[in-house]
């Protein structure tokens, strides 16, 4: 299993810039190069003993000294953006609470669908569905989703718009 000795001996991390850099010229990459490459996921993932890892796992090794119990979330929901900060333990279900829109949303807004010529706004937490209402635009539909969101999410609450 990857300790933090052994990461700290292959990357240096800058935990204002986010950056892994590595400590030690092999193959390809030179001493000082940039960790690992972004994913089509969004996620930068790193190479080290013939294993990848998500490079915000390896920054909570790094800072830590220990895995995360659960999972590592991007406050500001940048999959990429891995300074210090910015990275905070969460549940799966926390973590999800901070995602980003679906790919399939047809309004632009999270937590907005059309139906007719009105706009409905929704949340689903704890296994319930929240109808917060049927609204003239999406824009307003929006501020209600957001509205009970923040209330029910807390500080892992997005606005991802």
């Known amino acids: 299993m990857l300790t933090q000795k052994e990461v700290k001996g292959l ?30 996921t969004g996620y930068r993932y790193i190479g080290i003993n013939g294993k990848k890892y998500r490079a915000h796992i390896i920054i909570w090794l790094y800072m830590t000294g220990s895995f995360p119990v659960n999972q590592v979330d991007h406050s500001n929901g940048e999959k990429d953006d891995n300074w210090w900060s910015n990275l905070r333990a ?4 926390e973590n ?8 399939n949303n047809t309004t632009g807004y999270k937590g907005v669908y059309r139906s007719w010529n009105k706009f409905i706004a929704r949340l689903q937490f704890d296994g ?12 307003l539909a929006h501020e209600a989703y957001c509205k009970k969101a923040k209330e029910l999410h807390g500080e892992y609450y997005h606005r991802n718009d």
């Open 96 to 103: 999800q609470w901070n995602k980003a829109m679906n790919s």
């Open 11 to 40: 990357l240096n991390y800058n935990p204002e810039t986010g950056q892994l850099r590595w400590r030690v010229a092999r193959g390809r990459r030179s001493h000082g190069d940039v960790g690992g490459a972004v994913h089509s």
């Open 90 to 93: 969460a549940t799966h279900r």
């Open 128 to 139: 319930k569905q929240y109808r917060l209402g049927s609204f003239p635009t999406a824009e």
